[in-house]
């Protein structure tokens, strides 16, 4: 295949080559970079420089913001960026990092994160702060338990709610992995017994890390925009302040992993979710298997299940019914983006395929197939290879990892 990283002349299909994403480690992208599954920082970043040439003046959508990958980029340039995004934690992660600070603002983070790790030592733990989830001193030694407990109480007396708080916060999170007894790299929260796990200190990991945050965010007062303006939680159905000339997204694949499960000690720490809030977004969650007792009877659904991936019912009915949901979720998606667009306006979803049960499905190709019913009209195609799957535990055969992902864009007429 062809390999190239030109925008303009990329040919239907070529395979695109980027640099390993790691090395944007000192931009926003550190920004809960441990985050599962995050999209690779070039794609949005070669669509909107090349839209930028064209548009002086544009908004950017992402329906499937998760941490903010595209609105990480897209500040740099447009002149508004709009979100939807169902985990309050990844909007929290998200704000903070697409977030336009001043430098007094940066002046300020510089001083708390010093002035907190000052008072960590005698702050008085606030049991009010304490994360509600079962069992959650499962995954802590009892010294981590009560040193974050008492990280956290400093972080609540020193800030009030807004932007500081939720940058401590934001950093607090990002600690809270390294500071269990869950492997770190392992997306879920797994405790191995035979790669044994020596827990990270917390006030030396969080003076670790919060100046990394600060160092991440230093230059964003150099952005075209103030941040996300967020559009709702729900990415199958909802509008838009404004029409839109360009939206991009990754959305979760046929089979992704469970989000909330990989992110819930997170997540309980800092005050985003408690065991009933875990439930409600995994519910809510693109595809997810309760939704195959809700799909509806829609016939073309139906006919590009049987056209792609036929083979799968006879296999596993309930897991072509679980693909059968998602891929009516993202036509409801497709059809709110196509009704936020502008005429012209572009689509660019980026998709990795699946195998269920030895069935391979070319999600791309599904995804094409419901779009061009809806009134789109596919004009672009690019793939490129996966370099980070961000998990180093041995998995011998199991599991499957994705190796390309797909780039479709789609045009409104």
Not at 7 to 20: H, K, S
Not at 277 to 284: C, E, L, P
Not at 371 to 388: H, P, V
């Amino acid at each position: 295949m062809e390999i190239t990283t030109t925008f303009r002349e990329l040919q239907w299909g070529a395979e695109i080559q980027f640099p390993n994403s790691r090395g944007l480690s000192k931009s926003p992208h550190f920004v809960g970079g441990r985050y599962p599954c995050r999209s690779v920082a070039f794609v949005p970043r070669i669509i909107i420089d090349d839209f930028s040439g064209t548009a002086e003046n544009f908004s950017i959508l992402d329906p499937f913001m998760g941490s903010g990958t595209t609105a990480i980029e897209a500040v740099r340039r447009a002149n508004s960026v709009h979100g939807v995004e169902v985990d309050p934690y990844a909007r929290l992660i998200a704000t903070v990092a697409a977030r336009k600070d001043s430098q007094d603002e940066i002046q300020e983070l510089e001083s708390l994160v010093l002035e907190i790790g000052s008072k960590v030592d005698s702050q008085k733990p606030d049991k009010a702060l304490l994360p509600e989830l079962k069992n959650i001193n499962y995954w802590f030694g009892e010294t981590n338990f009560s040193e974050l407990l008492k990280l956290k109480s400093a972080i609540f007396d020193a800030t009030n709610e807004g932007m500081a708080r939720d940058f401590l916060l934001a950093a607090f999170g990002d600690i809270i992995r390294a500071c269990s007894k869950a492997e770190r790299q392992s997306l879920k929260p797994y405790i191995s017994k035979k790669y044994v796990k020596q827990p990270k200190p917390v006030l030396a990991e969080f003076l670790r890390i919060a100046p990394k945050y600060v160092q991440a965010v230093a230059q964003s007062s150099d952005h075209k925009c103030d941040g996300i303006i967020w559009e709702g939680q729900d990415a199958t159905e909802f509008g838009t302040s404004k029409s839109i000339d360009l939206a991009i997204t990754s959305p979760p694949y046929i089979n992704a992993m469970d989000y909330t499960r990989c992110i819930k000690l997170e997540s309980a720490w800092i005050g985003t979710a408690d065991d009933a809030a875990i439930r409600a977004v995994r519910n809510a969650q693109l595809g997810e298997s309760v939704r195959r007792h809700q799909v509806t009877d829609d016939e073309f659904i139906s006919s590009i299940a049987i056209k792609h991936f036929g083979d799968l019912e006879a296999i596993d009915e309930v897991k072509f019914k679980t693909a059968l949901a998602f891929f009516d979720d993202m036509k409801g998606n497709l059809r709110s983006v196509f009704n936020s667009l502008k005429a012209g306006g572009i689509y660019y979803i980026i998709i990795g395929n699946s195998k269920i049960r030895g069935i391979d499905v070319p999600t791309h190709l599904a995804i094409a197939d419901i779009a061009t019913e809806l009134g789109y009209k596919w004009e672009k195609y690019f793939q490129y290879r996966i370099k980070d799957h961000r998990t180093s535990i041995p998995r011998g055969d199991r599991g499957g990892k994705i190796e390309f992902e797909h780039v479709l864009g789609l045009v409104k007429p």
